[in-house]
């Protein structure tokens, strides 16, 4: 039985041995050969991860804690803004971004039932559920191809007196025309959330300065689900540099409350027990004092420890992620005449999700065709999400009614769901990887 001398020499000699368990048994790997299966992401790390992981197992804080203040520190630096959150999703950081925008604190600019908030229809349901959750109004936008944001010459056309907010992603990496929309909210001072899930380390620029997706709207989002550009296994953020909104995100993620002390802290104001606070007793612990409707949505620290590593490999992935994406562009352009390949927004730099393909109508193509000989021949494929919300069996109830609305029509939002779907170019693929997926959709549409 081993002997430590101290519990930091434990903890040293058990991450060690946690290293050499990963070189063992799960960094080898056999090297590609055509046929073998092609996901469209997956977990990129080593030993690292694995370590840190264990580190924070042996603390035993199950909740929030130092990994995750790390985390956020780092993050925030990392991004360039002044306040990042994590949460347990990228999802629940979409329903705080939007929720923090119903807070009385907010005066006039407030989120309230009814309001507007415009949006596309060709995305993914959990930008839009909170606006329909809470009883506010989503509008509907078309898009465009091939960079499938929003069109933003449709922005005017679906605003109202009612409209109080802009709350869009970044499609697969891609941005959106910042410039025009940011604009466009300052015109009508309206709020902009950046759903940036998709778009982690992608860059934008206007009149010459550079900056990270997710951090020039009020509020950005990112997910670090395991396909994302990088991963806790679950686990979200949301961040922003204004400072009311930051106490809103903290309020909102941590049940409501009134008090800004962190998990296992108590009384750091030095007046716990002496405030007043709406019709309670004067006094009322104030731990236990709710300013708003919120929710627990905190991520545990085993997950932030994961984060703290990804986070230092994340500029490699990003260059892994352009390379590939390049790679296989460049690898289809024979069939360019079939397929409406993707182009990078202006003024960007993406850091790619993923690679959307729409089969050109003309070429007599089906795209359900494409695709599954693409799957048949083991690589998997994935569609625009959900391609046009509104024909989902979710909006049943809703169709017809006054709960959203469409400024125009939705002509490229249909199309995506008909013609389009797109393949992953994750840092973990290798270029023999890259060009066998570039053969086999060459193939598919060349039948």
Known sequence: MAEWNSEAEAREQIKALVAEYYHDFVEKKKPFAEGDRINYAARVFDEKEMQSLTDATLDFWLTTGRF???????????????????????????????MVLTAPELGERRVKRGDEVITVACGFPTTIAPILQYGAVPVFVDVTVPQYNIDVTQLE???????????????????????AVR?????????????????????????????????????????????????????????TDDPLLHRLILSYRDWGRDCVCPSGRDDLCGHRFDGQFGELPQGYDHKYVYSHLGYNLKVTDMQAAVGCEQLKKFPSFIERRRHNWERLRHALLPVADKLILPEPAENSEPSWFGFLISVKPESGIARNDVT???????????????????????????RGTDAYRVAGSLEVTEFIMNQTFWVGVYPGMTDEMIDYMAKIIIEAVSR
């Not at 309206?190 to 020039?216: H, M, Q, R």
């Not at 083991?378 to 049943?396: A, E, V, W, Y």
């Open 183 to 239: 604009a466009f909210c300052q015109k009508h001072d309206l709020w902009l959330v950046e759903d940036n899930c998709d778009a982690l380390g992608s860059k934008y620029t206007i009149d010459g300065e550079t900056k990270f997706t997710g951090t020039w709207g009020d509020i950005g989002t990112s997910s670090f689900y395991p396909p994302h550009h990088m991963t806790m296994g679950e686990g979200g953020c949301v961040y």
């Open 372 to 398: 599954r000989y693409v799957e048949e021949h083991n690589i998997q494929t994935r569609l625009l999400f959900s391609g046009n919300m509104i024909k989902h069996p979710c909006f049943d109830e809703l």
């Open 68 to 98: 995750s203040d790390r985390f956020e520190k780092e993050f925030a630096q990392w991004i360039g803004v002044k306040y990042a959150h994590l949460v347990n999703s990228g999802s629940s950081a979409n329903l705080i971004a939007f």
């Open 157 to 179: 056309a679906a605003l109202s007196e009612k409209t109080k907010a802009v709350m869009i992603a970044h499609t697969l990496g891609d941005p959106f025309d910042i410039a």
